[in-house]
T-cell receptor, first 110, second 117 residues
Framework: DAKTTQPNSMESNEEEPVHLPCNHS???????IHWYRQLPSQGPEYVIH???SNVNNRMASLAIAEDRKSSTLILHRATLRDAAVYYC???????????FGTGTRLTVIP | GAVVSQHPSRVICKSGTSVKIECRSL??????MFWYRQFPKQSLMLMAT?????????EQGVEKDKFLINHASLTLSTLTVTSAHPEDSSFYIC?????????????FGPGTRLTVL
């Protein structure tokens, strides 16, 4: 499976936008980019996913570089409830399993 | 949104006993369910993929005789930790994918915290 690289931790002030980067230089043409997050002592939660085009949903936006070797998860207004570990995962279109990396621990400062 | 439940949420057992954890998809059918293990301050590790009506596929290094998986229906998968030992203490999380074609999302349960004394 192609690997992803994320910063170990990031901080954001409450109500400010947050840009969480992910590098995936070995991504293949059939890999989707998935983002999940895990709040403390809970199971992960789906955030967003995309292939080539930028994606928006009610939780976040996903900006994908033109060469697809990196992507950025954007939380438009961070709240305290967004404090979690965010995982960027590549998943082949023909596969249905997810392999989690170490993720980015986001701290939101009131 | 799709909901996945796990039972129990917490379990404490003595060394040598077996523990069964249930994973249910409450409002959708799941042909495939997944089991993960997460140690403190670490990421999730995929243990096995469970397909309804067939044998589970285990990841490398996961003992299939120790971690028994049964996926008897489209809404229920169980993980049994046999002869549990303190090193099996962990947070066990399941996830499920809906049966519909083209569905990309996995829905995760809330996790089961196992403590083996």
């Amino acid at each position: 499976d192609a690997k992803t690289t994320q910063p170990n931790s990031m901080e954001s002030n409450e109500e400010e936008p947050v840009h969480l980067p992910c590098n995936h230089s070995t991504i293949s043409g059939t890999d989707y980019i998935h983002w999940y997050r895990q709040l403390p002592s809970q199971g992960p939660e789906y955030v967003i996913h995309g292939l080539t085009s930028n994606v928006n949903n009610r939780m976040a936006s996903l900006a994908i570089a033109e060469d697809r070797k990196s992507s950025t998860l954007i939380l438009h207004r961070a709240t305290l409830r967004d404090a979690a570990v965010y995982y960027c995962i590549l998943r082949d279109v023909w596969a249905n399993n997810l392999f989690f990396g170490t993720g980015t621990r986001l701290t939101v400062i009131p | 949104g799709a909901v996945v439940s796990q039972h129990p949420s917490r379990v404490i057992c003595k060394s040598g006993t077996s523990v069964k954890i249930e994973c249910r998809s409450l409002d959708f059918q799941a042909t495939t369910m997944f089991w993960y293990r997460q140690f403190p301050k670490q990421s999730l590790m995929l243990m096995a993929t469970s397909n309804e009506g067939s044998k589970a596929t285990y990841e490398q290094g996961v003992e299939k005789d120790k971690f028994l998986i049964n996926h008897a229906s489209l809404t229920l998968s169980t993980l049994t930790v046999t002869s549990a030992h303190p090193e099996d203490s962990s947070f066990y999380i399941c996830s499920a994918s809906p049966a519909s074609l083209g569905e990309d999302t996995q829905y995760f349960g809330p996790g089961t915290r196992l403590t083996v004394l």
